[in-house]
């Protein structure tokens, strides 16, 4: 039976990520912060107490693993706080910063001195096409910065773990799920363009991930994509032409 871990799996695409990965087959492990959520399926190994803020989340883990070594781990945790230019916020950018750019260096540290990961497996970031300067226009416009700054870290971290791990035979990509209806969304008022967006129930971006991930091979690592292709990405045509594949590999 093979192993995955879902780090940030307390609802959201993490919850359904860790739901699909225990219906398929795989003996899943799944992080939450607080304890007491119930929406995970009991077959799913849950590691509370795991807050990405924290230096120590990826020895935590590591001891929730009592030993077993993962073939697929996927980061998910994310934070989106919205900013303009006449209010910027130092505390959240930090927090954006900390979640989603500097906690995996660390969990991919812990888990790799932990001899967690096995040889061969896949290491997967979710970020988002947020994350992809190159996507970014005059059109779409500027603010929320630290959201897609930390998102562009992200990438920028995922692409060196593929450098360190590549004599390892572990594969790292990073991943744009799609637009999806979730609280992330909803808190900062995408809700409005769910449907002329094309946002879907994240158990729908779920399997579209899932399913993409299983079709990686090692000659993909260290690169982007959007497995749902380019109908959720409002500034892919602009940037990259019509006719787009699905899925679609995402320039950084
Ligand atoms: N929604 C979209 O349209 C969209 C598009 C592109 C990419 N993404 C990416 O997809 C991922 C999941 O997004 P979502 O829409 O499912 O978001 P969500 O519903 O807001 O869920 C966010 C998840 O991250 C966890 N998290 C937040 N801060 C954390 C921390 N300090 N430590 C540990 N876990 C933490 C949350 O746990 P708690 O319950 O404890 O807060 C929750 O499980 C994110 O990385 C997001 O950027 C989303």
Sequence with gaps: MPISLVIGASRG?????????????????????????????????????????????????????????????????????K?????????????????VSIAPVFLAHHLWKANALSSPSKFILITTEGGSISLRTKEEGGGNYAHHGSKAAANMVGKLLSNDFYDKNITVVMIHPGFMRTDMTKDVGFDQFYDSGGAVEPSVAARSTIDFISTLTHKQTGTFWAPRGPGDIGEAERVLGKNLPTPLELPW
Excluded: C, Q, W
């Design 13 to 81: 695409l993490g919850l359904e990520l860790a739901k699909t990965l225990a219906s398929d087959g795989y003996e899943t492990f799944a992080t939450v912060r607080s304890a007491g959520h119930t929406s995970l399926p009991s077959e799913v190994h849950t590691i509370e107490g795991v807050d990405l803020r924290n230096e120590n989340a990826g020895e935590l883990i590591v001891n929730g693993l009592k030993g077993k070594k993962l073939d697929l781990v996927i980061i998910n945790a994310g934070v989106f706080t």
């Design 83 to 99: 900013e303009t230019l006449d209010t910027p916020n130092f505390v959240d950018e930090v927090e954006m910063y900390k979640v």
